[in-house]
T-cell receptor, first 110, second 112 residues
Framework: GQQVQQSPASLVLQEGENAELQCNFS?????MQWFYQRPGGSLVSLFY???GTKHSGRLTSTTVIKERRSSLHISSSQTTDSGTYLC????????????FGKGTKLSVKS | AQTIHQWPVAEIKAVGSPLSLGCTIK??????LYWYWQATGGTLQQLFY??????VESVVQLNLSASRPKDDQFILSTEKLLLSHSGFYLC???????????FGPGTRLTVL
């Protein structure tokens, strides 16, 4: 089965609302990364967060290993936050493969 | 500062034609290197990884091959493209296996 599950698949917000994106994983975690994927496909790295909570501006990432989940919180959303957010789990090992979720498509309306 | 460059930015190729995509990392010695691929509407998945020059391991079989001819260069290629090779190809590097991975701008491939 799928090792990384993201929810919700899509989310529509009014500007100013907060968003909570979830990533649940079924395998052991070595690290977790969150990305914003631009419409053209390139990735913007948001967080590298093996455990605990990290902040960057209006974004907060929390990874709880024993609960096998990671979240991305966006506060006071803006229309420019619209796009696809991906989480990726690294299980370690020699190949250091990042296993990506299918993504959350966020739409913020003015 | 480290920079990662991919070429070409985009390619349109015919089925059965050869392909070569490149990736160069500057400013970092002996990085781990990775190729990822995303079909249109699909999920990103790792194709290859390399820990050192001349050594490449395949993760997913897609009738593609990869090589690392120099410490800072990673090449993805095939002699015969398939329609299913279309998608977005990303190169990435990290300092070690469990470290943060940094991605290049990607190459959009369309096979007709």
């Amino acid at each position: 089965g799928q090792q990384v599950q993201q929810s919700p698949a899509s989310l529509v917000l009014q500007e100013g609302e907060n968003a909570e994106l979830q990533c649940n994983f079924s395998t052991s975690l070595n690290s977790m990364q969150w990305f914003y994927q631009r419409p053209g496909g390139s990735l913007v790295s948001l967080f590298y967060n093996p455990s605990g909570t990290k902040h960057s501006g209006r974004l907060t990432s929390t990874t709880v290993i024993k609960e096998r989940r990671s979240s991305l919180h966006i506060s006071s959303s803006q229309t420019t936050d619209s796009g696809t957010y991906l989480c990726a789990l690294c299980g370690g090992g020699s190949n250091a493969k990042l296993t990506f979720g299918k993504g959350t498509k966020l739409s913020v309306k003015s | 500062a480290q920079t990662i460059h991919q070429w070409p930015v985009a390619e349109i190729k015919a089925v059965g034609s050869p392909l070569s995509l490149g990736c160069t990392i500057k400013g970092k010695s002996s990085p781990n290197l990775y190729w990822y691929w995303q079909a249109t509407g699909g999920t990103l998945q790792q194709l290859f990884y390399s820990i050192t020059v001349g050594q490449v391991e395949s993760v997913v079989q897609l009738n593609l091959s990869a090589s690392r001819p120099k410490d800072d260069q990673f090449i993805l290629s095939t002699e015969k493209l398939l329609l299913s090779h279309s998608g977005f190809y990303l190169c990435a590097w990290s300092l070690r296996g469990d470290a943060e991975q940094f991605f290049g701008p990607g190459t959009r491939l369309t096979v007709l």
